[in-house]
Protein backbone atom coordinates (compact mmCIF):
# COMPACT_ATOMS: atom_id res chain seq x y z
CA UNK A 1 0.00 0.00 0.00
CA UNK A 2 1.00 3.36 -0.63
CA UNK A 3 1.69 5.95 1.63
CA UNK A 4 2.48 9.78 1.25
CA UNK A 5 3.44 11.99 4.50
CA UNK A 6 4.08 15.43 4.54
CA UNK A 7 5.30 17.23 7.32
CA UNK A 8 7.08 20.99 8.25
CA UNK A 9 3.50 23.15 8.09
CA UNK A 10 3.06 25.86 11.13
CA UNK A 11 2.96 28.99 12.00
CA UNK A 12 4.52 31.53 10.63
CA UNK A 13 4.91 35.55 9.81
CA UNK A 14 3.98 37.09 6.56
CA UNK A 15 7.44 37.65 4.67
CA UNK A 16 8.54 34.24 6.44
CA UNK A 17 9.54 30.92 5.09
CA UNK A 18 8.63 27.12 5.78
CA UNK A 19 10.27 23.95 4.17
CA UNK A 20 7.50 21.15 3.33
CA UNK A 21 8.49 17.45 3.24
CA UNK A 22 7.21 14.41 1.85
CA UNK A 23 7.93 11.05 2.03
CA UNK A 24 6.69 8.51 -0.47
CA UNK A 25 6.14 4.44 0.92
CA UNK A 26 4.97 1.25 -0.02
CA UNK A 27 6.89 -1.65 -1.72
CA UNK A 28 4.64 -0.53 -5.02
CA UNK A 29 5.62 2.73 -5.28
CA UNK A 30 6.97 4.68 -7.92
CA UNK A 31 6.32 7.95 -9.27
CA UNK A 32 6.78 9.19 -12.48
CA UNK A 33 6.23 12.99 -10.80
CA UNK A 34 5.30 14.44 -7.93
CA UNK A 35 2.85 17.48 -7.05
CA UNK A 36 1.89 20.14 -4.18
CA UNK A 37 -1.55 20.79 -3.87
CA UNK A 38 -3.18 22.94 -1.33
CA UNK A 39 -6.75 24.51 -0.25
CA UNK A 40 -8.32 26.88 1.85
CA UNK A 41 -11.35 26.11 3.68
CA UNK A 42 -14.35 26.17 1.92
CA UNK A 43 -12.82 26.33 -1.51
CA UNK A 44 -11.31 23.53 -4.22
CA UNK A 45 -7.99 21.76 -4.00
CA UNK A 46 -5.49 23.84 -6.18
CA UNK A 47 -2.42 23.11 -7.87
CA UNK A 48 0.72 24.96 -6.17
CA UNK A 49 4.23 22.72 -7.99
CA UNK A 50 5.30 19.68 -9.63
CA UNK A 51 8.25 17.86 -10.59
CA UNK A 52 8.64 15.10 -13.11
CA UNK A 53 11.61 13.15 -12.21
CA UNK A 54 12.67 12.74 -15.59
CA UNK A 55 14.91 15.88 -16.42
CA UNK A 56 13.72 17.24 -13.11
CA UNK A 57 11.18 19.27 -15.17
CA UNK A 58 9.23 21.96 -12.64
CA UNK A 59 5.59 23.45 -13.24
CA UNK A 60 4.58 26.11 -10.67
CA UNK A 61 1.18 27.46 -10.67
CA UNK A 62 1.81 31.49 -10.96
CA UNK A 63 0.78 32.51 -7.91
CA UNK A 64 3.98 31.03 -6.30
CA UNK A 65 6.30 31.31 -8.91
CA UNK A 66 9.51 32.84 -7.83
CA UNK A 67 8.25 32.12 -3.89
CA UNK A 68 8.30 28.50 -3.97
CA UNK A 69 10.88 25.66 -5.01
CA UNK A 70 10.03 22.44 -5.53
CA UNK A 71 12.81 19.70 -5.49
CA UNK A 72 13.41 16.11 -4.63
CA UNK A 73 14.58 12.76 -4.65
CA UNK A 74 13.36 10.31 -6.38
CA UNK A 75 15.56 7.19 -5.36
CA UNK A 76 14.23 8.17 -1.97
CA UNK A 77 10.52 9.08 -3.11
CA UNK A 78 10.48 12.44 -1.53
CA UNK A 79 9.44 15.57 -2.42
CA UNK A 80 10.23 19.20 -0.93
CA UNK A 81 8.58 22.54 -0.80
CA UNK A 82 10.50 25.76 -0.27
CA UNK A 83 8.16 28.90 0.69
CA UNK A 84 10.08 31.72 0.73
CA UNK A 85 7.95 35.45 1.22
CA UNK A 86 5.21 33.58 2.39
CA UNK A 87 2.06 35.63 2.35
CA UNK A 88 -1.50 35.68 4.16
CA UNK A 89 -3.43 34.24 1.50
CA UNK A 90 -0.85 30.65 1.02
CA UNK A 91 -2.86 29.81 3.94
CA UNK A 92 -4.13 26.70 3.38
CA UNK A 93 -4.11 22.86 3.65
CA UNK A 94 -1.20 21.41 1.80
CA UNK A 95 -1.25 18.18 -0.24
CA UNK A 96 1.38 16.22 -1.17
CA UNK A 97 0.25 13.92 -4.31
CA UNK A 98 1.96 11.41 -6.95
CA UNK A 99 1.39 10.23 -10.40
CA UNK A 100 1.97 7.34 -12.05
CA UNK A 101 1.89 8.02 -15.69
CA UNK A 102 1.14 12.07 -15.75
CA UNK A 103 3.16 15.63 -15.59
CA UNK A 104 0.12 17.74 -15.25
CA UNK A 105 -1.33 20.37 -12.97
CA UNK A 106 -4.80 18.76 -12.93
CA UNK A 107 -5.88 17.44 -9.40
CA UNK A 108 -7.42 14.58 -11.32
CA UNK A 109 -4.51 13.15 -13.14
CA UNK A 110 -2.77 12.09 -9.31
CA UNK A 111 -2.79 8.59 -8.46
CA UNK A 112 -1.81 9.48 -4.62
CA UNK A 113 -2.58 11.53 -2.08
CA UNK A 114 -0.98 12.69 1.73
CA UNK A 115 -3.18 14.13 4.21
CA UNK A 116 -2.04 17.25 4.06
CA UNK A 117 0.00 19.39 6.50
CA UNK A 118 -1.62 22.70 7.95
CA UNK A 119 0.11 26.19 6.69
CA UNK A 120 -0.92 29.31 8.36
CA UNK A 121 0.17 32.38 7.63
CA UNK A 122 -0.19 35.88 9.99
CA UNK A 123 -0.35 39.70 8.49
Known amino acids: QVQLVESGGGLVQAGGSLRLSCAGS????????MAWFRQAPGKERKFVAS????????IYADSVKGRFTISGDNAKNTVYLQMNSLKPEDTAAYYC????????????????WGQGTQVTVSS
Open 97 to 112: AAADRSFTTSVYAYDY
Open 51 to 58: IRWTGDET
Open 26 to 33: GSSFSSYA
